[in-house]
């Protein structure tokens, strides 16, 4: 019913800045959540940030360390995640999360993902 596209992944130097973006489609109205997971070769999928629809409350992953900055456009359906100061370790598979519910750092609370964007970072 929520379909969601990430936009944005790529190929960046250490200490370089990416930014990833996500649009929604469907019944936007139920999406009160949005976040941002990632996920490692080898490593379980884990929880990067999350903005309410209103107010437009932040939650962080403690890794991001003031890094990283996750903004959304209610009227355009769109989230975003800037990233700055970009670290080998941050390298991953970024997905893109809509909740209906509540605000969360769980997976299983999210019910809508997109299909994902590879961040890699070089040294």
């Known amino acids: 019913q929520v379909q969601l596209v990430e936009s944005g992944g790529g190929l960046v130097q250490a200490g370089g800045s990416l930014r990833l973006s996500c649009a929604a489609s469907?019944?936007?109205?139920?999406?009160?959540?949005m976040g941002w997971f990632r996920q490692a070769p080898g490593k379980e999928r884990e929880f990067v940030a999350a903005?309410?629809?209103?107010?437009?409350?932040?939650y962080y992953a403690s890794f991001v360390k003031g890094r990283f900055t996750i903004s959304r456009d209610n009227a355009e359906n769109t989230m975003s995640l800037q990233m700055s100061s970009l670290k080998s370790e941050d390298t991953a598979v970024y997905y893109c999360?809509?909740?209906?519910?509540?605000?969360?750092?769980?997976?299983?609370?999210?019910?809508?993902w997109g299909q994902g964007t590879q961040v890699t970072v070089s040294s």
């Open positions: 903005i309410n629809r209103s107010p437009r409350s932040t």
């Open positions: 469907g019944r936007t109205f139920s999406t009160n959540t």
């Open positions: 999360a809509a909740s209906t519910v509540t605000m969360s750092s769980r997976a299983n609370d999210y019910a809508y």
